[in-house]
């Protein structure tokens, strides 16, 4: 059963921007974390992009600081990934993720219950 529903991927010259939203409303908001990881082209590492603890503290990829920003609809429950400044390195698929709270994954894709099918991000010079 899906659970998690990404949408707002394509492609993107350098420079532009794109927002991405996912859909987590089947969850009850204050039983989970909620994320985005991402996995380019041609590798299988999942790296995490940006993540919403238990507390709402926020934490970011370092190669993304200043650039992207995670946000969320508390009322209907959809998280945001705003994208700036966008690069050909951020050309990936981007995931949604949700973890059970209390949550521990401190990135981990390991610790990650679940998933969202992806939208593809590509940024093109």
């Known amino acids: 059963q899906v659970k998690l529903t990404e949408t707002g991927g394509g492609s993107v010259q350098s420079g532009g921007s794109l927002r991405l939203a996912c859909d987590a409303s089947?969850?009850?908001?204050?039983?989970?974390?909620l994320g985005w990881f991402r996995q380019r082209t041609g590798t299988t590492k999942r790296e995490e992009v940006a993540f919403i603890e238990d507390d709402g503290s926020t934490r970011y990829a370092d190669s993304v600081k200043g650039r992207f920003t995670v946000s969320e609809d508390n009322e209907k429950n959809i998280l945001y990934l705003q994208m700036n400044g966008l690069k050909a390195t951020d050309t990936a698929m981007y995931y949604c993720v949700a973890e059970l709270s209390p949550c521990y994954s401190r990135g981990d894709p390991q610790g990650i219950g679940y998933w969202g099918q992806g939208t593809q991000v590509t940024v093109f010079s």
């Open positions: 089947r969850f009850a908001r204050t039983s989970i974390c």
